[in-house]
């Protein structure tokens, strides 16, 4: 029957609106395990004026990611997406206004976590935000959110994401008034990939990794971390000072197998008073010698880099020979790991605990390693690839080689 295709029969109980008066609807999952198939049915209900999503139809909605493509390619295009799931009616992509119309005269517009200043103005009875502990710059984008959410008889917004120890999703969760669903991945086990869940549970199951990325759990600081949030929350910086020096790390794989590690490719650089700033992290997975070597060229030419640092213990000399191949011109260094990871990261998080390094933005990914990294390693048994290239990023920048010996260690 053509009953049983609609969302309120097909959807699991998670994937359905809370029953209570809500604002704002949080839902907590883990990938794949459904979450952004239930913000795209919201988004085509609200839009459509259906129950049990809404009473009436919303006129002004809006789509709210990390990145215009993330929006773009996973909210609206993505095969659990908006388009996807419209069957009542599909709307209109109009790619150049970014933004989608329906033939009831919805529109659902499409803004950025990079761009908080573009909610300024526009208003509305509806919004789906997703990936939120990703978003760039959260705070001041949930807050343009909130001024522009003003239209019809109840205005809400829905909140799809992985979860991660950000400010914003903790005051989320302790707001009393803000349902929370949680979704594991293992509930959404028959739309996934055949395999897909004996591969990835043998590998993460039990992690701290895994509790967060599978089982939507929020993970917060481990104790003998280096490094913390509220630390790493404090220090981010929207302006970046002349800079007086800028150096591209590579942490190179050992190889560039399916079970290879990432690459590592972290930029610092250090300003005029002697400050560190860590400029962007382009780390690659299971990358190929010549893409992360391209990939951390194009980072050096585009920060107009002084010199590359390349951790040479893995590679040896085919490290810098990788990138002269690619770019002859391309000062290199080679550096040898003579110390353990824990050892050589300790004087650098000594750094950040003096207040001398700076963030330029949020680097989620890179974040998650820092305050991961304990003396026994990251709790997924994996390397903290992007940890050992901003380690020797910034040893080359603050510490120096011939510095490094005499720090005290912490033991």
């Known amino acids: 029957m053509a009953v049983d295709k609609e969302w309120f029969f097909q959807g699991r109980d998670a994937q359905q609106p809370p029953a209570m008066p809500w604002r704002t609807w949080l839902i907590m999952g883990g990938r794949g395990s459904g979450k952004t198939r239930a913000g795209a049915e919201w988004v085509a209900g609200m839009a459509a004026g259906l129950a049990p999503f809404a009473n009436e139809k919303c006129g002004h909605i809006a789509l709210v990611g990390e990145t215009l493509a993330d929006v773009r390619e996973v909210m609206v295009e ?55 502990a990703k978003w760039k710059h959260p705070q001041e984008t949930w807050d343009m959110l909130q001024f522009g959410l003003r239209l019809g008889q109840h205005p809400r917004q ?69 490094w913390s949030r509220g630390l790493i ?9 002349p800079l007086k020096r800028i150096v591209v790390a590579i942490d190179p794989p050992a190889s560039s197998g399916k079970s290879s590690d990432a690459c590592g490719i972290v930029a610092a650089g250090i300003d005029h008073d002697g400050f560190g700033w860590v400029l962007a992290d382009e780390s690659l997975g299971q990358a190929k010698p010549y893409q992360w070597a391209r990939a951390a060229i194009a980072l050096y030419r585009r920060l107009e880099g002084d010199v590359i640092i390349a951790e040479v213990n893995q590679g040896g000399d085919m490290v810098k020979a990788v990138i002269s191949a690619e770019d002859h011109t391309v000062p290199v ?3 040898r790991a003579m110390r353990g990871k824990w050892l050589r990261a300790e ?65």
């Open 233 to 241: 929350e404090g220090i981010i910086c929207k302006t970046v000072p």
């Open 78 to 132: 993505g095969p659990s997406g908006i388009l996807s799931v419209s069957r009542v009616e599909r709307p209109r992509f109009e790619a150049t206004r970014r933004r989608l119309v329906w033939e009831s005269g919805a529109v659902a517009s499409f803004f950025s976590s990079e761009d908080p200043d573009s909610l300024r103005g526009p208003q509305f009875d509806a919004a789906w935000c997703d990936e939120l």
């Open 333 to 335: 260094r080679p550096v």
């Open 158 to 226: 829905v909140v799809t994401t992985t979860p991660r120890p950000v400010a914003l999703l903790r005051d989320l969760i302790a707001d009393k008034s803000v349902p929370v669903t949680r979704m594991r991945t293992a509930e959404n086990a028959g739309h996934l990939a055949p395999g897909f869940m004996e591969m990835i549970e043998s590998r993460y199951a039990g992690s701290r990794l895994g509790r967060q990325e599978l089982d939507g759990e929020l993970i917060e600081d481990r104790l003998d971390a280096l």
């Open 347 to 411: 004087p650098v998080a000594a750094l950040y605990e003096q207040g001398r390094i700076r963030h330029a933005g949020r680097f989620p990914a890179l974040e998650d390693e820092m305050c991961d990294f304990a003396p026994g390693g990251l709790s997924s048994g994996r390397s903290p690839d992007r940890l050992d290239a901003l380690v020797w990023a910034l040893n080359e920048l603050m510490l120096g080689r011939d510095k490094v010996p005499r720090i005290r260690r912490m033991e």
